[in-house]
């Protein structure tokens, strides 16, 4: 009650109407309701038995789920396993569809990198490369400016810079003790001749170092042109080769693990194994539930005027697995002492049918939530002592 929406009371009054117009309205205690909340209280208290109710019978859904019902089995664990287990299969199938477009795609991945690992560029090496490159291009120029230079600034020339700042020197010392003021000057000077002979010094050095091998520039020059080649070949500035090399090998590493067919397929086989051990469990049940369920309802036909019939719970192995386990189910059906058991919809009467369905909900009464069960003509076709059993 409290779930439909309405308060628990000692006594329970459903009721509905129908207008001329076909129009419907429903109360539960006189509390107005949907069709629907009135349905889902009327199934807990009836249990109602159409004259057309064996047509379900012959139903695998409904025999099924009959049975399953009966040996309080739970489908709906090799439902979920049957289910992983075709998604998994769904993996294999589109890995192998999609091995030759990644196989051809991992190609030209190696290929691009194995091109660009022939360079092996660094980080930041196209900076201090291309820096280096422009130096060496420039070498014989930068000579001759260290030359000019040392020409002015170290020779013994009454004109060089050197010969001119230490005459300036000398000149100042000489008038120190007349002007205080000088001593400061000479200072400056004498620091300003110590920084020159440092210049020199430095571009003595440099003279001897500079590298006029004409070998060095030909492979730094092989370099930069290889650095050049590459990034216009991929449309990409030089600096930008490291980054496209670290992410051609990251994308050419997810598609290994995408295309990793064997995981796949052991996964595949994981699932498989699941469903299995499932669906075996379920078999088991219903298979140790079958006769059970059958003698139950061969004893209620013996009181319904079918003496010597006989009903049975076949279960078969279902050529292919399914959603529902490895079983076929079907009821199979004896009227007669003496006869062979065949479906139920091929050899019974219409009485005799609305008889077994009587059997069947009187057997299987204890599995419903409804204390009260309704059966709609089932009186049908029979009188005697079978119409007062049935009574």
């Known amino acids: 009650m409290e779930e439909s929406g309405f308060e628990q009371e000692d006594g329970l009054l459903l009721r509905r109407t129908i207008d001329a117009q076909g129009k419907s309205r429903a109360w539960v205690n006189g509390t107005p309701a949907t069709a629907t909340q009135l349905r889902t209280l009327g199934e807990h208290l009836l249990d109602i038995h159409g004259q057309h109710a064996w047509q379900s019978l012959v139903r695998a859904d409904a025999i099924r789920a009959l049975l399953d019902a009966y040996a309080g089995a739970s489908p709906a664990a090799v439902q979920a396993c049957w289910t992983a287990w075709r998604a998994a299969q769904a993996n294999v199938i589109q890995a192998h569809a999609a091995q030759e477009t990644l196989q051809r795609e991992r190609e030209r991945l190696q290929w691009q990198i194995a091109e660009v690992d022939k360079l092996a560029p660094g980080a930041d090496e196209w900076d201090s490369l291309n820096a280096q490159h422009t130096r060496m291009l420039h070498t014989q120029e ?86 050049m080649s590459l990034a216009r070949r991929y449309k990409r500035s030089p600096e930008e080769l490291p980054a496209l090399l670290r992410t051609w090998r990251e994308e050419l590493q997810r598609l290994d693990n995408a295309a ?99 059997a069947i909900a009187v057997a299987t009464s204890a599995l419903g939530n409804a204390g009260t069960l309704i059966f709609d003509e089932v009186d049908a076709g029979v009188g005697g002592a079978v119409a007062a059993t049935v009574g």
């Not at 397929?265 to 994981?270: K, P």
């Not at 279960?315 to 079983?327: N, R």
């Open 142 to 227: 930068l000579q001759d400016t260290v030359q000019k230079v040392l020409a002015v600034l170290d020779t013994e020339s009454p004109t060089s810079a050197r010969t001119g700042l230490a005459r300036a020197l000398d000149l100042l010392r000489a008038r120190e003790h007349l002007e205080p003021a000088f001593a400061e000057l000479s200072e400056t000077l004498e620091a300003s001749l110590a920084q020159t002979d440092e210049t020199v010094r430095s571009l003595h050095a440099y003279q001897r170092h500079a590298d006029l091998n004409p070998r060095s520039l030909e492979e730094t020059d092989a370099r930069v042109t290889l650095w």
């Open 260 to 358: 990793d067919l064997t995981a796949l397929q052991e996964a595949e086989h994981r699932y498989a194994k699941a469903y299995l051990d499932a669906a075996r469990s379920l078999s088991q049940t219903r298979a140790k539930a079958a006769p059970r369920l059958s003698r139950s309802i061969t004893a209620a036909m013996q009181e319904l005027g079918m003496v010597g019939g006989a009903f049975s719970v076949q279960l078969k192995k279902s050529a292919e697995p399914s959603a529902h386990g490895l079983d076929e189910i079907a009821f199979l059906v004896a009227t007669h002492p003496g006869m062979t058991p065949r479906p139920i919809g091929k050899v019974a009467s219409g009485g005799e049918l609305s008889r077994i369905s009587l």
